[in-house]
């Protein structure tokens, strides 16, 4: 009889305080409340179990089903955080519990002995099991490789023995039958047959075996058990490429008229996991049987860890030894397996589906134990008398129950002092809604959404500007009040940006921005001639305080690392005042205030006069080319009147002769006529004869 115990935990513990006034958690541990100084605690009601079905053990008979396990349904009632609850199930083994068993045998060669073993044996495995039980039947099946090549050789194999069957990947030889001689002719018919590789398809032909129920002859109510026998390791998922077979296996029965496996060249070799899910899926339990030389190899390599990952119990392959006599120990151990079983609930609190039912059953066995799970939340003080309906502790409007008041419709609040039966509109309404659309109106109230708030969540974060990616500067700098920025003590600006705080601006010397500026934001604002993140350095005297250091050390106070020679030769402008001047900037001297301190931290104070810079290339260069620049404009604008002056006066001109022309029309002074001359070749030559 297994104990089986049943847990409750909870942060909300296992007691109530049944006070109004308690501001901490109400549910919690006994030890935790007392600790926190509460009175009035609460304890829940205890878990209880009630049996609501228990039939008796039974052998079972003709016409009667046997009963192995009570009780057979239970309901339990878990409270959180109770102490450990027990559930009794007892568990006895039926006299004539049904036993279906079914013989999966490799036909090979090396495994001839078995069949053999199996037809002398029949009627003594009969008789064995008579003693467990009396209702048992026997089915028979071998199972040995795909016939395709390379796993076999479908032409030649057949002729390579004498009495050999054609390849073959799985025959159903005999349905499950009380008849031994049956099984006995059914064992006289296998003859061997054989493969080309080491491992063997045996798994095709057992998944045919717990798919193909009807074919099979499994019964229901019965205990299934598959004797699976066998010397040498299987083929599983993804072997059958080798044979260009992609298909992968369906986990469906294809058996055809004659009991063979009509798809073991179509599809692939199951997995293991469906072997796995087929076996729980239809309660069978797998007896793996391993003969052969090495059997010890095959067993602890191959199919001791399967054994354990399916259902049944049995996480061990057992071996087979010559005589084949150790069968009938093999199905005894498993037909007697007892089982153990725990329940236990880690839930934090109470679920919201309060009731809920599952089962406990033995893997291989039908019968199971159904349990009906209600979780138990409530408390005595939330039921009367200790509950007061219409308390006056809630006014009269509500039901005061541990501490606390239930209000009724329409009212709210610790003590249902709040009316909610108002308009909501009149309490909480604005032009942009209810609590301007952006929070809900409780008890007269408005609750606004994150980002608002206001009366009537009339004020928005979202107004308020934002400073490097923060609303006003981020929660150290200020915070933003109905749609502005309010600044913090050491903050201002729009956006609480500028901190007022003057520690970034001193310096070591403890000198504000070097006396020779302001602090503004944080930041040094320097005075003109001065630079540097605290007005340190003068523009125009690049790091003179430190250059000047060692000559104000030695001719003002006769220390520091030079001599009274080297001081007399290089610090020749070192003058003592009695009195120092103000820092100050022109453009005809700069005076520099310098405050440093010397190796004993006494602080040394003085002024360094520096004459002005040299002019800067860089704005002579600029000024020469602007001149230049001028100059070339000035010529160009010259050009250009002079060519317009000149122009205008030849066009007045031009205008001006064509109103006054000094020719006639009709007398143009650059036309000449055409002036016509003939000459007679032969006159002087007349002339010259006559003479």
Request: net charge negative.
């Amino acid at each position: 009889m297994p104990n089986l115990p049943v847990r409750e935990h909870s942060r909300a513990g296992n007691f109530l305080v049944d006070k109004r006034d308690y501001k901490l958690n109400r549910c919690d541990s006994l030890e935790k409340m007392i600790g926190d100084g509460c009175t009035n605690i609460v304890k829940r009601e205890p878990s209880r179990i009630t049996v609501t079905q228990n039939d008796h053990s039974s052998d079972g008979g003709p016409g009667l089903e046997a009963i192995q396990i009570r009780p057979q349904r239970v309901k339990i009632q878990l409270t959180p955080n109770d102490a450990e609850v027990r559930l009794p199930i007892y568990y006895k083994i039926a006299r004539n519990f049904p036993l279906d068993v079914y013989f999966l045998n490799d036909p090979s060669y090396t495994m001839r002995f078995l069949i053999q073993r199996l037809n002398e044996l029949a009627n003594s495995i009969a008789d064995d099991i008579s003693l467990l039980t009396t209702d048992f039947r026997f089915g028979l099946g071998t199972s040995m490789e795909k016939n395709i090549l390379p796993f076999t050789d479908p032409k030649g194999l057949m002729y390579s023995c004498n009495n050999c069957d054609p390849p073959y990947s799985f025959i159903h030889r005999l349905s499950l039958t009380r008849d031994v001689e049956d099984f006995k002719v059914a064992l006289s018919k296998v003859n061997t047959t054989g493969n080309f590789d080491f491992p063997e398809g045996l798994l095709d032909g057992l998944m045919q075996v717990m798919v193909c129920g009807d074919r099979i002859g499994w019964r229901n109510k019965a205990r299934k058990m598959v004797l699976y026998a066998s010397d040498i390791q299987f083929h599983q998922a993804g072997d059958g490429r080798l044979a260009g077979i992609l298909e992968p296996n369906d986990c469906m029965c294809h058996m055809d008229s004659t009991g063979k496996y009509s798809k073991a060249e179509i599809q692939d070799y199951p997995s293991v996991g469906q072997i796995i899910q087929k076996a729980r899926e239809n309660n069978i339990n797998i007896l793996f049987v391993i003969g052969g030389d090495e059997s010890e190899r095959v067993r602890t390599t191959v199919y001791n860890s399967l054994a354990a990952a399916l259902p049944g119990g049995i996480d061990f392959a057992a071996e087979l030894d010559t005589t084949s006599s150790n069968i009938i120990q093999i199905i005894g151990d498993s037909y007697r397996l007892t089982f153990d079983a725990s329940i236990q609930s880690n839930l934090n609190t109470c679920p919201e589906e309060r009731n809920s039912s599952f089962a406990i059953f033995p893997e291989g066995l039908d019968e199971r134990v159904t349990v009906d799970l209600e979780h138990a939340c409530g408390c005595d003080c939330q039921m009367e008398p200790e509950a007061e309906p219409n308390s006056a502790k809630c006014n009269g409007r509500g039901r005061y129950e541990c501490g606390i008041c239930i209000c009724d419709p329409g009212w709210a609040g610790e003590r249902c002092d709040c009316d909610e039966r108002g308009s909501v509109a009149k309490a909480c309404g604005t032009e942009q809604g209810i609590c301007s659309g952006v929070g809900n109106c409780t008890c007269g109230k408005c609750e606004c959404s994150p980002g608002f708030d206001g009366e009537k969540c009339e004020c928005s974060d979202r107004n308020c500007r934002s400073y490097n990616g923060l609303l006003c500067g981020g929660p150290t700098n200020g915070i933003c009040d109905c749609g502005k920025c309010a600044c913090y003590s050491n903050f201002t600006g729009e956006t609480c940006e500028c901190s007022t705080s003057t520690g970034m601006c001193m310096t070591e010397n403890n000198t504000l921005c070097s006396e020779n500026g302001i602090c503004e934001c944080g930041e040094c604002i320097c005075s003109a001639g001065f630079t540097g993140n605290h007005c340190e350095r003068c523009k125009n005297c690049p790091a003179i305080c430190e250059i000047q250091y060692n000559c104000v050390e030695c001719a003002g106070f006769n220390q520091g690392l030079y001599n009274q020679s080297i001081c007399d030769q290089r610090c020749k402008n070192v003058e003592i005042v009695s009195l120092l001047q103000e820092a100050s900037f022109s453009k005809d001297l700069t005076i520099t205030g310098c405050v440093l301190r010397d190796r004993f931290g006494c602080i040394i104070k003085f002024n360094v006069q520096c004459p002005p810079s040299p002019p800067d290339p860089l704005i002579i260069g600029a000024s020469v080319s602007g001149a230049v620049v001028l100059i070339v404009l000035l010529c160009i604008l010259i050009w250009k009147l002079l060519t317009m002056f000149y122009d205008n006066m030849e066009y007045s001109k031009f205008e001006h002769d064509l109103k006054n022309p000094a020719w006639e029309t009709f007398e143009n002074p650059i036309y000449k006529e055409c002036i016509t001359s003939f000459e007679n070749p032969l006159r002087e030559a007349n002339v010259g004869e006559s003479s």
